[in-house]
């Protein structure tokens, strides 16, 4: 009987885990990245961060393991000619939402350890200046996809 009991307790733990996870008053909608060709160094994310708290917060930070660097940027007009800058935080109003699309704001992975193949999720922990960092699934779309196409990713 003992082996069942540390089992439901794990299982209980973990349920925990995750739900503090989710305690964050900013969610992830829409987390989707662009599929790269074979050996690409470089892809871009895009989201929808909503505020649904009473306080104004930045996106500060970004993780993941399949690429040696990860940031927040954005693509310009500069001189009539496109260019990307980094950014140090992206606002997110309260009870607002903050969008990251192509063309716009994205997160920029710089080294990618492999190739993002469609169809493929891989973990991204965002961290904000205020809200508990949120760890979600990037979904990846088609090459060149201008929107995201899978179902079931808000989270």
């Given at each position: 009987?003992?082996?069942?009991?540390?089992?439901?307790?794990?299982?209980?733990?973990?349920?925990?885990?995750?739900?503090?996870?989710?305690?964050?008053t900013?969610?992830v909608?829409?987390?989707?990245?662009?599929?790269?060709?074979?050996?690409?160094k470089?892809?871009?994310?895009?989201l929808?961060?909503?505020?649904?708290?009473?306080?104004?917060?930045?996106?500060?930070g970004?993780?993941?393991?399949?690429?040696?660097?990860?940031?927040?940027?954005?693509?310009?007009?500069?001189?009539?000619?496109?260019?990307?800058?980094?950014?140090?935080?992206?606002?997110?109003?309260?009870?607002?939402?903050?969008?990251?699309?192509?063309?716009?704001?994205?997160?920029?992975?710089?080294?990618?350890?492999?190739?993002?193949?469609?169809?493929?999720?891989?973990?991204?922990?965002?961290?904000f200046?205020?809200?508990?960092?949120?760890?979600?699934?990037?979904?990846?779309?088609?090459?060149?996809?201008?929107?995201?196409?899978?179902e079931?990713?808000?989270?």
């Amino acid at each position: 009987m003992k082996p069942i009991f540390f089992i439901a307790a794990m299982v209980l733990a973990s349920m925990g885990l995750a739900q503090a996870q989710s305690t964050s008053t900013i969610v992830v909608q829409s987390l989707w990245a662009r599929a790269t060709p074979p050996g690409a160094k470089t892809g871009a994310v895009y989201l929808v961060l909503k505020n649904n708290g009473d306080a104004d917060d930045e996106l500060i930070g970004v993780e993941t393991p399949i690429a040696a660097i990860a940031g927040l940027h954005a693509e310009i007009m500069d001189g009539g000619v496109m260019k990307m800058r980094p950014l140090k935080f992206v606002d997110i109003k309260s009870h607002g939402l903050a969008t990251l699309k192509p063309g716009g704001m994205h997160i920029m992975l710089t080294g990618l350890k492999q190739p993002l193949k469609r169809g493929v999720h891989f973990p991204m922990t965002l961290k904000f200046a205020h809200a508990a960092p949120v760890t979600a699934q990037v979904a990846v779309a088609k090459v060149g996809a201008s929107v995201p196409e899978m179902e079931g990713m808000n989270h």
